[in-house]
Structures are given as C-alpha cells and as structure tokens.
C-alpha cells in the first residue's frame, strides 16, 4: 500500500533552496514563485528567439526579425524630434541605421567607428533606408560563435533579466534530480519522451526543431511534461479518494421497506437513469466505507428523488441523514418535498436554517441530537457548533460547487464519531454538469452518478433573444400569458459591478476574476430588484405581482414563494435567488433582464425554472444592445442549445476550469501546463496509468508526486 504523505515530503539534496543566489535575485525569483532547482526546471519559456543563424541586410524582408553582423559607421545623439541615439552601420555596402530612444551615455563608446555588431531585431525600411528601433545587439570581439539553441525567452518580473534567468536554469538543470519517474516499459508502451531529455530540449531547442510545435506544445517533449502534470494530479487525487475510502462508515444496507413505499405512492415512474444513479448510490451506502459520490443531472433531471430514496436507505439502517443546501430557497424546497415523501412514512423532519428563533433552533437541535429526527433539512446552520448528531449516516449536499472545501469537510467532520473514527456517508449533488475532461481531472477523487435524462414529458424551452428596444412586445406577451391563467418570472439584472469584474472582465484571463467585492454586488442586486419591482407593478396593474430576493427574512421568502407556487402571485419579479432548484410547474414564462451581463451556465439554471410543466415554455432573454463580442457568443449558445454538458463544455472553453470549479478550486492543484480540453487524450492515459501504478508499481508512485506536487500535497488532506 502507498502512503499518502500529509507531512511535507523530504526535499532532496537539488530540491533544496536555490544556494549561492544573492538575495536581491532570490526575492525577485521568490516573486516568480521559484524556490528550488526542480522549480527553475519547470520553469519553461513562452517562446524561443532564433539567435543560431545570420542572414545578410540585403536579403531581409521588410518587418522580418533578423539576425545580422555590421560594422559601425559613426553613432550620434539627435534631439528632434526627440533624443535618440542613433548609430549608422554596415553590412557590405548596405546601411542600417539602430535608433535608441532610452540609452546610457556609455553606449555612445560601444557603439564607437568601427565595432563590429551583432545585431538583433525588427528590420523596417523607413525613410532614411533600413533601420532597427532598440535592436538587441552585442558587440563582437572576434570569434564568438552562434549559439547552437533556439534562445529561449522567460516569464519574468521587474529588475530579472533574461540573461540572469537563462544562467540560473541552466545551472538548475545540472543540479537538479532529472532522473526518470516513469518505468521504462510505460515510457516505451506510451511512446513517451524521457524526462531528462525533455526538458533540457524544452529549454534550449536545437534549430530544426519545429517552432510551431513548440509554441503550440504539441513537440514530443511537450507531451512528456503534460503527462508528468496530469499523471501528478489523478496519482494525488487517487491516493486521496483511496484514503478517504479506507476510512470506517456505517454500512448501511437498509430493508427496502420504505423506500418501496414511497416508490409505489409516487405518481410517476423513475426514469432509467435515476434507477440507474439510485442504484450506484444503493451500493456505495451498503459498503463499510464513506461513500463520496457526485450526483450530477441537468436541471430538472429530478435528483431530489433520487436522494429522498437514498436517506429512506440510510433511516432504514437506523441512522440519521442531513439534507444541507446552499440558500434558504432551496433549503424550504427540500424540506417541503422531503416533508411530502417521508412523513406518512412515519418518519421525522427537522428544519434548521440561520434564521430560526431561539426556542425554534433549540428545539431542532434536542431532537436532532437524541435522535428523534430521522432527517434534518437546512442550510450551513446544519454544521454549526451547537449541532450534534445522534448518529449520522449519510449528508446529503445539493448544489455542492456553492460550498466551499470546508464547509462540507464540517459537516463530514460533524458526523464522525469521535469514539471509533466512524464518518457518514456523502453525497453531493450538482446541477451544474461538469464537462467528462473536467470530471475526470478535478473531480477524480469522487465517483460520479450521472442522470443523463428528463424525466418524460417535459416540454422543450424556447428562448427568444429580444434587444431591448422590443420591451413593449415582451411586456404584452407576459400579460396575455398571465391574463391566460399561466405565471411567469421576471428575473433582474445580476449586476456584477462591470468596473469590478463583469462576466466580460472574466473571459479574459483564465476565469481568474471572481468577483471581490461580492457585498457592493449584493447591494446592487437588491437595488435593482426593488426599482424593477416598481417598474414591473406599474406596468402591470392588473396582475398579482411579487418580488422576492435574497435580503427578504426567511419567513418571508416562504410566504413569497408559497404565493407564487399557489397561484396567488402571477408575476414573480426574482433576483438570482431563483437560479438553484426553484420547482413550479405552472411557470413557463420567463423573462431575463440584461442577460448580457450573464453567465452561460447561470443563464442555463435560471431557464431551467421554466418549462416543467405540461405547458410550452417560453424563455426570453432580454439584452441591451451594443454586444460584447463575449456576450454576443454567451447568447448564442443558450439560444441554441438546451443541453445543460454542451453548454457547460462552452463555458468551460470561454472561461476556463477556474470558474467552474468554484469553491473548490482552493483544496485542488490547478493544472500549469496540460489543458484540459487540448489534452484530453493524454488525460484518459494519464488516468489509466494513475490507477495502475497504484496498484503495481507504488514505488514509482510515489517518486512521481513528490516530484510533482511537493509541498502542494499539503493541500490534499481535505
Ligand atoms: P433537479 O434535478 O433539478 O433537482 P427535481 O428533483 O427538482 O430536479 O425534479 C424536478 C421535477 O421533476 C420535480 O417536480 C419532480 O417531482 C419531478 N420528477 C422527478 N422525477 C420524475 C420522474 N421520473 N417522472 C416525472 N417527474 C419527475
Ligand atoms: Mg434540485
């Protein structure tokens, strides 16, 4: 058996901290997050300069980044149009001028009559003849030969220059442990590139090799290094999904008694694939072992159930089971279902959110800790100090992504029995569909249920785009809908305060922009909801209109919520609220105020609201106009797809995997080099080759993470 390392691994004598580097540079490299020589390794470049050959001036073309040996002519300081030191050379009969706009006055002296240059640059052909504005150059004292390698060109940060990195690397290089992590006869079968020799080519290609290969990492050497990232990641999420797994959980084999029950008085039949995901669960709870198992269904898939009969297993069992959700909303929701399903069973609910009164809370709390309840419905009130379990079997988590590592790690931790070690049993819930690329590199240390239909009879939402020049038209459609005995939302702008980090700002960088300033959003929002509130009840004197948002007190978001799925409020003016699990039928209307502003996968959840009824629906996305080339492409993929994995794949490709992985992006090491979607093969092997080196081969393992993650494994113990 492997052990995971939770202490911080032995660095080898190279893996040590970069000796003989004067501090000034230290700190500069520290900025750059350099510390060892195995991370100056892999460090690699962005590009490569080609330094290895000389063309002549007369044989470049102009804008060509050249090479080229002149002689200096005469070198002088011009001021107009504005101080330049401009130096005449030449090569054979042609002249070259070098214009500098920022030079030391010692570099009037090197570049003296007659020193013979080296020259690097952009060759223009200006007014003056053929010129280079701040060419690289060095000035030649006989004999140096070319460089043999492409030159590479580094990352940096202020005040490191290339030259002082190239050194350190290439020092780092030979000092650092490249001995191979992989067995030979897998490097073979896989046709993969040592690791020694790949990296010494990745920072100093020869000549011939293929830039565009390069650039484009698809060169054989680039493959190496991908595989080694990606083989790191599943090999460190393997050995966490094992641990966890070796832990003691009750197995909870449950009689079937109650759940037969239930399935008998429900009105409709289970689709296949929630007989399927059910099953998968039934198994994973019978077993001595926490199960941690992802349930992902697109909107309306109708996971709720599927849960439902899974706590029925855990109660049969004699345990406990905590239903947890991200907002108050969703929580109601859940226990008005759970309540409905459970209770002529003879089983006992519990509700626990913030916002309970004292008494309320006490009284929640006493019989969740002796017992009594068997199922206890909440938010993140469910793992707070004063809650104890009597025994806990399995936590059930919907909308998982929206808590954080360590909210679900309480909860886990909550119902662990101190005595004996023993954990509940977790299941997560999603209906964000994660991408397979992602599921398999983010998510492998979760087994994943996926319910990949709807349930029958679900009418297909149409969307509409609509500028919103056309609001008068939106406006009486919604009224002859309502007016025709149908409900409709009017969801508000989701203000992402644009300056801050708009959708837009986001598309960027890698999905690296969360919003920081999510209290000014917050108050936007309740801003904006109140005003459209107004708009909308002047609008629309003749219909039933409510508002609901996240600032409303509990009891009142129930009573706005109960209103609406009686009948009682046709309109339902609603913040983003509404994004997570909001079921009424009767709904098929829904109009989305700005939905430029936003995201794809929210824009999904919300049309999700609509179009569960036998009635058709209608989703209209309302825009101001002009487009972001961004939004623009946002708007045309909800437009033309309803399926929830085609338009998460998009948003994984617009946005990157930051996004997406939300929350959970802290406890997980993000990939540096590999990219999911490009090197999704090499992902599929990369897993394969995880599973069987665990298994036969530990020892390489093991001398492969550490490589890899070093001291990153600290973050694995979550
Ligand atoms: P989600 O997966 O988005 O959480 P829900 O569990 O809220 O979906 O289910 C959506 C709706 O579909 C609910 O009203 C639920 O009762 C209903 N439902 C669930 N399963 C089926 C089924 N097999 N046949 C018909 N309706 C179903
Ligand atoms: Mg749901």
Request: glycine fraction near 8%; include cysteine; aromatic fraction near 6%.
């Amino acid at each position: 058996m492997v052990k995971t390392t939770t202490s911080p691994p032995k660095r080898s004598k190279t893996d040590a901290p970069l000796a003989g580097v004067p501090e000034a540079t230290r700190k500069q490299l520290d900025r750059l997050g350099l510390v060892t020589n195995f991370d100056l390794v892999l460090h690699l470049p962005l590009r490569y300069e080609d330094e290895t050959r000389l063309v002549r001036l007369r044989d470049t073309l102009p804008g060509q980044v050249a090479q080229i040996e002149v002689e200096v002519v005469d070198t002088e300081v011009q001021f107009r149009p504005k101080r330049t030191l401009v130096c005449r050379t030449r090569d054979g009969n042609e002249e070259l001028y070098l214009r500098f706009f920022n030079f030391y006055g010692s570099q009037i002296k090197q570049l003296a009559a007659g020193a013979r240059l080296r020259v690097m640059g952009e060759v223009r052909h200006g007014f003056f003849g053929a010129e280079i504005v701040h060419p690289r150059y060095r000035v030649l004292r006989g004999g140096e030969a070319l460089p043999d390698s492409l030159t590479p060109v580094y990352p940096t940060t202020a005040g490191l220059v290339q030259a002082v990195l190239r050194r350190l690397i290439g020092r780092a290089l030979v000092a650092a442990d490249l001995s191979d992590t992989l067995p030979h006869d897998l490097m073979a079968g896989l046709r993969l590139a040592g690791f020694a020799e790949s990296v010494r080519f990745l920072h100093n290609p020869t000549p011939d090799a293929a830039l565009s290969e390069l650039q484009e990492r698809t060169h054989p050497a680039w493959r190496r290094i991908k595989f080694d990232e990606l083989l790191a990641q599943q090999l460190s999420m393997r050995l966490h999904y094992r641990k966890r797994r070796s832990a003691q959980a009750p197995a909870l084999v449950g009689t079937r008694k109650l759940s037969a029950k239930l399935q008998a008085a429900l009105p409709f039949q289970l689709t296949r694939a929630q007989a399927k995901t059910l099953a998968q669960i039934r198994n994973d709870l019978a077993q001595p072992h926490p199960m941690q198992r992802l349930l992902q269904g697109d909107v309306g898939s109708g996971k709720t159930i599927v849960a439902a009969l899974a706590a029925l297993q855990a109660v049969e069992s004699g345990t406990q089971v905590a239903v947890m959700a991200p907002t108050e909303i969703l929580a109601e929701q859940h226990y008005a279902k759970f309540s409905a399903w459970l209770v002529p069973l003879g089983i006992e609910i519990a509700w626990l959110t913030g916002s309970l009164s004292r008494k309320e809370k006490r009284e929640a709390t006493a019989r969740v800790a002796s017992g009594q309840a068997h199922v206890v419905v909440g938010t993140h009130a469910l793992f707070q100090d004063e809650i104890a379990f009597h025994k806990l079997g399995l936590a059930i988590v919907d909308e998982q992504h929206r808590f954080g590592v360590h909210q679900r790690l309480a909860l886990r931790l909550k119902g662990t029995n101190a005595a004996d070690g023993v954990q509940p049993h977790q299941l997560m819930m999603s209906a964000t569909p994660i991408p397979r690329t992602l599921a398999m590199s983010f998510y492998a240390d979760l087994d994943v249920s996926v319910i990949d239909e709807l349930p029958p009879g679900r009418t297909e939402v149409v969307t509409k785009l609509v500028s919103d020049a056309r609001r008068d038209e939106v406006t009486e459609r919604v009224r002859g809908a309502c007016m025709g005995g149908r409900q409709a939302y009017w969801v508000c702008p989701l203000i992402e305060d644009n300056t801050v980090a708009g959708p837009d700002a986001v598309t960027g960088g890698r999905g690296k922009g969360r919003s920081p300033r999510r209290g000014t959003t917050e108050a936007l929002q309740l801003q904006t909801a109140i005003e459209t509130f107004e708009t909308v009840k002047q609008t629309f004197p003749e219909l039933a209109v409510g508002l609901v948002h996240g600032r409303l007190a509990s009891g009142e978001k129930a009573a706005v919520m109960e209103a609406f799925k009686a009948g009682a409020i046709q309109l339902l003016v609603a913040t983003t609220v509404i994004e997570v699990g909001v079921d009424v039928p009767n709904a098929s209307l829904m109009v989305i105020e700005h939905a430029e502003r936003m995201g794809l996968s929210q824009l999904h959840q919300l049309r999700g609201r609509v179009g569960r009824g036998a009635d058709a629906s209608v989703c209209i996305l309302l825009y101001q106009s002009p487009l972001s080339d961004t939004a623009r492409e946002r708007l045309r993929i909800v437009y033309e797809s309803t399926d929830g994995f085609e338009i998460a794949r998009q948003d994984l490709r617009i946005r990157g995997p930051g996004e997406l992985l939300g929350a959970r992006q802290s406890g997980v090491p993000m990939l540096r080099f590999a990219d999911l979607e490009a090197d999704a093969e090499l992902l599929v092997v990369a897993r394969t080759v995880a599973e069987d080196l665990l298994q036969s081969d530990p020892a390489h393992a093991q001398m492969h993470l550490q490589r890899w993650m070093g001291l990153r494994q600290e973050f694995l113990r979550v």
